[in-house]
């Protein structure tokens, strides 16, 4: 084991303690126990944000607009052929 120091504010050491005494355990091993527990979830989307996601997922999907693949295709080669007409280091205008 290695000894560390932290600095925590009174409400949550109080809690530790609380939480120590409840579950009859030291408070460096319900420290660690906390830390692996959050280290599991850190990163996750949490419920409300998996909700918030496919919410807007399920209202942009409908407004996707349904063609052929063909149309968007020959839309995509305009798009490219556009670009190296007007590519970087092409002047649309006379410079000043």
Known sequence: MVKVTFTLDDET???LRRVARRVAKPQ???VREAIK???ARAGKLTAE???GMLEAFDRLVPKIPLRPAAEADAEL???R???RRWGRGHRTS???
Do not use: L, T
Request: overall charge positive.
């Open 49 to 51: 944000e998996r909700r």
């Open 37 to 39: 527990e959050y280290e």
């Open 81 to 83: 052929a556009a670009r």
């Open 77 to 79: 080669r305009e798009i």
């Open 13 to 15: 050491v109080e809690r």
């Open 28 to 30: 460096s091993q319900v």
């Open 94 to 96: 006379p410079a000043r």
